[in-house]
């Protein structure tokens, strides 16, 4: 079945670039989407990339897409403390009924 | 303001009881949606509803039920049949089945 992956944690200092990254299995996604959460709210749309273009970039945020090996990233350029928050891939499901399949997330930590 | 509310914030609940968690947008959205998140997982889908009066389970329905008798507001119920129902619950809208998702503030139950 669809499955998308995320490693869980990752730490950096504020200044430095982040890179959180995300596998997916299904090939036919037209879309891909970043989303942030911060503790206790809901989540927040940051970016999202068509499936056939291999780079978008929105000021701080770079999102890269290789789609022969199913692997997105999102990069944080100058990371900062307010970025610390939990991140989350989704893919859209097959089959148009707008399902959104999460990966488990990835708790960014900025330490000052 | 354009949006998507939740209420409550929190909301507890004897075991045995069933509650039933609010969702309402004025972005006039055609398609709503419930996940439900657990510590350390991703979302996971509750129920969704791409047009009024008409709603599909998702992966984990059992337990709820949900209604669409308005194209803003997506209630959902957590019935005394869930057994496991503590956890953080997010409604989210999309213009149609395909696209980008919106997410209200979030809900927190804790069963008693």
């Known amino acids: 079945g669809e499955d998308v992956e995320q490693s869980l944690f990752l730490s950096v200092r504020e200044g430095d670039s982040s890179v959180i990254n995300c596998t997916y299995t299904?090939?036919?996604?037209?879309?891909l989407y970043w989303y942030k959460q911060e503790p206790g709210a809901g989540l927040q749309l940051l970016t999202y990339?068509?499936?056939?273009?291999d780079m978008k970039q929105d000021q701080r945020l770079t999102v890269l897409l290789n789609k022969k090996d199913k692997h997105l990233s999102l990069r944080i350029a100058d990371t900062q403390t307010g970025d610390s928050a939990i991140y989350f891939c989704a893919e859209v499901a097959s089959g148009n009924t707008g399902k959104l399949i999460f990966g488990q997330g990835t708790t960014l930590q900025v330490k000052p | 303001d354009g949006g998507i509310t939740q209420s409550p914030k929190y909301l507890f609940r004897k075991e045995g009881q069933n509650v039933t968690l609010s969702c309402e947008q004025n972005?006039?959205?055609?398609?709503m949606y419930w996940y439900r998140q657990d510590p350390g997982q991703g979302l996971r889908l509750i129920y969704y509803?791409?047009?009024?009066?008409?709603?599909q389970k998702g992966d984990i329905a059992e337990g709820y039920s949900v209604s669409r008798e308005k194209k803003e507001s997506f209630p959902l119920t957590v019935t005394s049949a869930q057994k496991n129902p503590t956890a953080f619950y997010l409604c989210?809208?999309?213009?149609?089945?395909?696209?980008?998702?919106?997410f209200g503030p979030g809900t927190r139950l804790t069963v008693l």
């Open positions: 990339i068509f499936s056939n273009m």
């Open positions: 989210a809208s999309s213009t149609s089945g395909i696209a980008e998702q919106f």
């Open positions: 972005l006039n959205h055609d398609a």
């Open positions: 299904d090939s036919s996604s037209t879309y």
């Open positions: 509803s791409q047009i009024v009066n008409d709603f």
